[in-house]
């Protein structure tokens, strides 16, 4: 088994300085934490990989494709692969679980 503590992974992701912190990757997927805060721009292009968001805090709006949608905590949505998403009107510091299929390269 592998458990994992929110606040040990923000705490990781911060001292390394980057906005993205995988910390899980098997053979069929990958997950990281994704950190954006109020205002931020969200430099994403699409991925080869089909991805799953998580909203674990934080507000947001997030268009997939040609959607347009508003997340927060709780909120979940899926995005396939090739089709390109931003996270955009940041309101809130942005915390989003990212799960890969498969593994991201």
Same mark, same amino acid.
Do not use: Y
């Given at each position: 088994m592998k458990a994992f503590r929110l606040d040990e992974l923000e705490a990781?992701? !911060?001292a390394n300085e980057g906005a993205y912190l995988q910390f899980l990757r098997e053979r069929n997927?990958?997950?990281g934490l994704y !950190?954006?805060?109020a205002g931020e721009h969200? =430099?994403?292009s699409p991925h080869n990989q089909d991805e799953v968001y998580f909203v674990v805090s934080?507000? !947001?709006q997030i268009t997939v494709g040609m959607e347009t949608t508003n997340v927060a905590r709780g909120s979940v949505v899926y995005v =396939? !692969?090739?089709v390109a998403h931003k996270f955009h009107h940041i309101s809130e510091d942005l915390r989003v679980l990212v799960m890969f299929s498969p593994p991201e390269s």
């Open positions: 990781e992701r !911060a997927m990958s997950v !950190a954006l805060d969200d =430099p994403q934080g507000r !947001a =396939p !692969a090739g």
